[in-house]
């Protein structure tokens, strides 16, 4: 069974530029969270979806962030415009949903904003 | 608002000694308790998953406990090898239908050879 796919494995930007993260979830996973994690913390949530529905946003930043799940499958996360702050490790994860939530995390997207 | 605490927040112990990590979290109305396993520069291994009405969960040389009441989970690994370095995050789903997953910080590990 595939795993979570996660791109760009890095990314290195400037503080103001834009920057985007994709993640496809396991087939079949109705639920899809984008999770950062700062150096020497835990995950945080940012945006959780079922299917293409928005469950949980309330961490998001959305002056500067944005996410979409198109057709319940893929998600894009999107930082725009970046600040310092931002460099993190970006995590995707997905879960079937319906109250079964083991969850599985792709690799990351480790996020530098110079 | 759900918090999850992690103590150590570093552990060294030699290799083939048997080890206990810790995870608690404020509010025991929790659905699930997962623990994950992250390697430098890696995404998270789920290790085990303990549903609320179960006190244990076992696999191979790893046994995860859960006491909903006092909002604890312990994570026990025999017989540790180096293998087994790596930081070890515990995180708490609240309720079902809602499926959020807070995490702790977590403990870093490191077996000794």
């Known amino acids: 069974e595939a795993g979570v796919a996660q791109s760009p494995r890095y990314k290195i930007i400037e503080k103001r530029q834009s920057v985007a993260f994709w993640c496809n979830p396991i087939?079949?996973?109705?639920?899809l969270y984008w999770y950062q994690q700062i150096l020497g913390q835990g995950p945080k949530l940012l945006i959780q979806f079922q299917n293409n529905g928005v469950v949980d946003d309330s961490q998001l930043p959305k002056d500067r962030f944005s996410a979409e799940r198109l057709k319940g499958v893929d998600s894009t996360l999107k930082i725009q415009p970046a600040k310092l702050e931002d460099s993190a490790v970006y995590l995707c994860?997905?879960?079937?949903?319906?109250?079964?939530?083991?969850?599985?995390f792709g690799q990351g997207t480790r996020l530098t904003v110079v | 608002k759900q918090e999850v605490t992690q103590i150590p927040a570093a552990l060294s112990v030699p290799e083939g000694e048997n080890l206990v990590l810790n995870c608690s979290f404020t509010?025991?109305?929790?659905?699930?308790l997962q623990w994950f396993r992250q390697d430098p520069g890696k995404g998270l291994t789920s290790l085990l998953l303990i549903q609320s009405s179960q006190r244990e969960q076992t696999s191979g040389r790893l046994n995860a406990s859960l006491d909903k009441s006092s909002g604890r989970s312990t994570l026990y690994i025999a017989a540790s090898q180096p293998g087994d370095s790596a930081t070890y995050l515990c995180?708490?789903?609240?309720?079902?239908?809602?499926?959020?997953?807070?995490f702790g910080t977590g403990t870093r590990l490191t077996i000794i050879p």
């Open positions: 509010d025991s109305a929790i659905y699930n």
């Open positions: 994860a997905s879960s079937l949903g319906k109250g079964y939530t083991e969850a599985f």
């Open positions: 995180a708490v789903s609240d309720n079902f239908g809602n499926e959020k997953l807070t």
């Open positions: 087939s079949g996973h109705a639920t």
